[in-house]
């Protein structure tokens, strides 16, 4: 009896959590979705409505800064996987003379991140003319060092023999990383690329400090401006703009909800 | 003999230049700012046509007597003191219940996980909503209750904990997925004997499931608290880092003392001290951790 009354106890601690997790979204998709009168007034008969959308996107460019955005991502991301496949492969398979130290260097990124060097890279940045372009706010992720041990693990996997045999055949060195590497390192691809993705696409300090036009502005930035700028409260429209934000990423990761959080823990877990 | 010493030179070439690429990357955005922002902490704020002189530990003199600085790093320090034990608890927690036969654990754990994948920027906007006096969704539920309204991100008494509480919201689910592919590696058969045996839950979680996910604890913790000292994103969202720098946390005053008062010298001995923050962590993982979180 008292089995089942611990049982049922758990249960309900368990559905409290959740609902008070899950409350955020969902209120914003009920203020996004009803009148503004009806944003603190919780009313189940209330209209629904689309307008609150409407009137956050002609009320900021979002449309450019999704497409600032969807460009960065992107950007980064190509950027990423030529250039940690690059020094992953040379670390995993050529013992090249003063490879461990240069890994064990590589990885003082995992700690010292991009954004606590703020000030120093902002000059850098400054000095090569790159503040307000996207490229200045990719640039400093482009090498990662996350990316490099990811894919150094994942090739060290793969059997030597199959490298061999496609030399033996007269594979130059990128065509055995075209033809051998990457298909087996597939999966390893598509974890560091979503995680990557959602990691970019929720930056924001950086951006914040890098831009400051319309041109250039992610959406995470628009939206603080956004909703710094609007004096007047409107929480339907700032629950809009947020939600719409938002929603890319979201959808994404609700169709491959399976394979988002085997990315998280394949690239968590190093 | 030499035909072989030229593959091995050309081997090392080849392999530098793999990296070359990526090296000079790194040093560009890492170590050379790294080692420049601990030699600027030296240096005083160049202005106008004065340049920067060298002024030795001043800045570290202006830091100590600095009410600020030390209100961010106590302020950090509880941040991270309180966020990530509890974080860690409410992720193991579900976990634990995602992973039993719970009613409706597929909605569970999304509502769970989806924090993670919403932008900060967008989530802290909600949030604020919850958090208005009068209006908002907490002062509402309060009202049934009968409490007054209160100025939760307007008082310095709620405003840090109200931030902490965004962070936790945020984090633990994220944690939960870790907890949950450790639970799922523990073998069934060590819960059958339990079982067998008589033990009682506690007994069960106590003896087998806490010490075969402690590696992860360990994991989720340094990550937890290399998170808790870079955490700005909320505290520029939300406060402000007011009122009067009750949220201010370390890299929000970073922030603040490069790119709104650009006090270049100050800012780097700052950063010097994060850095040194985040250096003890990693080494501290580096000797708790080691090769213990080697799964596969």
């Known amino acids: 009896m008292s089995v089942r009354l611990r049982e049922l106890a758990a249960m309900i601690a368990a559905w409290l959590f959740g609902l008070i997790w899950g409350l955020p979204l969902l209120y914003a998709i009920w203020a996004a979705f009803h009148p503004s009168a009806f944003a603190t007034n919780f009313d189940l008969f209330a209209p629904l409505t689309l307008h609150n959308f409407g ?119 990128l065509q055995t990383i075209l033809k051998v590497y990457l298909p087996l390192a597939r999966p390893i691809y598509i974890a560091y690329g979503l995680v990557s993705v959602s990691y970019h696409w929720n930056n924001f300090l950086w951006p914040l400090i890098v831009t400051n036009s319309v041109d250039t502005r992610p959406v995470t930035v628009g939206l603080q401006v956004f909703a710094s700028v609007d004096q007047g409260v409107d929480w339907s429209v700032i629950c809009a703009a947020a939600l719409m934000t938002s929603a890319p990423l979201m959808i994404v990761f609700l169709v491959f909800q399976r394979a988002f959080i085997q990315s998280f823990l394949r690239a968590g877990i190093r | 003999m030499t035909a072989p010493r030229n593959a091995r030179f050309s081997m090392h070439v080849q392999g530098w230049l793999l990296a070359l690429p990526a090296i000079v990357l790194l040093a560009t955005f890492t170590h050379v700012p790294a080692v420049s922002t601990v030699v600027d902490s030296f240096f005083s704020t160049p202005h106008g046509r004065q340049p920067a002189a060298f002024i030795g530990l001043d800045q570290y003199r202006t830091m100590l007597a600095d009410p600020i600085f030390w209100r961010a790093v106590e302020n950090n320090l509880l941040y991270a003191l309180i966020t990530v034990p509890v974080s860690i608890g409410l992720a193991l927690a579900m976990a634990l219940w995602v992973n039993g036969r719970i009613r409706g654990r597929a909605a569970l754990r999304l509502a769970f996980f989806t924090p993670t994948i919403l932008p900060m920027v967008a989530a802290a906007n909600i949030w604020l909503f919850f958090y208005t006096p009068d209006y908002g969704l907490l002062d509402q539920i309060g009202r049934l209750f009968g409490v007054d309204s209160t100025n939760w991100l307007g008082s310095p008494a709620t405003a840090l904990p109200a931030l902490m509480a965004v962070t936790i919201w945020k984090e633990a689910g994220f944690f939960m997925i870790f907890f949950l592919a450790a639970l799922q590696q523990v073998p069934p058969d060590l819960y059958e004997a339990a079982r067998m045996e008589n033990a009682g839950r506690w007994q069960i979680f106590r003896r087998i499931t806490w010490p075969l996910v402690m590696p992860t604890t360990l994991f989720v913790a340094i990550n937890a608290l290399i998170n808790a000292f870079r955490i700005v994103d909320q505290v520029i969202a939300m406060t402000g880092g007011g009122p009067n720098n009750a949220t201010t946390l370390l890299l929000f005053y970073i922030y603040q003392v490069a790119f709104s008062f650009w006090d270049i010298g100050y800012a780097a001995a700052l950063s010097t001290v994060l850095l040194f923050v985040l250096g003890t962590i990693a080494l501290a993982q580096f000797f708790l951790l080691d090769r213990r979180i080697h799964y596969r």
């Open chain 1, 55 to 173: 009137r956050a996107w002609e009320a900021a460019p979002f449309a450019r800064y999704f497409l600032n955005t969807v460009l960065l991502v992107l950007g980064i991301m190509a950027g990423q996987f030529v250039i940690c496949t690059l020094a992953a492969f040379g670390l995993a398979r050529w013992k090249f003379f003063g490879g461990e130290i240069l890994f064990a260097l590589i990885l003082i990124q995992l700690m010292v991140t991009p954004d606590v060097l703020i000030l120093e890279n902002y000059r850098t940045l400054h000095e090569l003319g790159l503040i307000d372009t996207l490229t200045g706010v990719g640039l400093p992720y482009v090498a990662s060092a996350f990316g490099i041990f990811l894919l150094r693990q994942a090739f060290k996997s793969i059997p030597k023999e199959l490298d061999d045999a496609a030399r033996m055949e007269g594979a130059s060195t």
